[in-house]
């Protein structure tokens, strides 16, 4: 797959992850539509977050030359996913409500600022 179906696909998933994700922060916790989409919502953080593996970084500097420090973000997604999950099954409301926090403010909001930073290819599609 090239990088430009990569960064289409990456974009797709992130989009739909922000669109549920701001549901879930929207309505009644606990709800069968809440679980429903709560699931929706953590598979595609963890697709986009594999996707953004695959896609080297093009500004900064890199590791073996592929991974920048944007690729952190998918590391806190990666653990973040299944830990809110494993803490939910556990009873365990806080913190999976901070895992799920941290990934929609890291993994989505402060990641797509930085996509959104001159030189990057979104800011170009857009800007």
């Known amino acids: 797959m090239s990088y430009l179906q990569l960064a289409y696909l990456h974009l ?41 593996l695959w896609m080297p970084a093009q500004i900064g500097p890199t590791l073996m030359g592929h991974f920048g420090f944007i690729h ?17 099954r556990r009873g365990h409301l806080a913190s999976h409500k901070a895992h799920l926090i941290g990934v929609y403010v890291g993994g989505l909001l402060i ?14 599609w857009l800007f």
């Open 12 to 52: 797709a998933t992130a989009l739909l992850a922000f669109i549920l994700g701001t549901l879930q922060l929207l309505q009644r916790k606990g709800s069968i539509q809440h679980r429903l989409i709560g699931k929706y919502f953590m598979g595609l953080m963890l697709v986009t977050a594999i996707i953004a």
């Open 72 to 88: 952190l973000f998918c590391l806190l997604v990666l653990y973040s996913v299944p830990a809110s999950y494993l803490a939910i």
């Open 111 to 124: 990641a797509g600022g930085f996509a959104l930073m001159p030189g990057r290819l979104l800011h170009g």
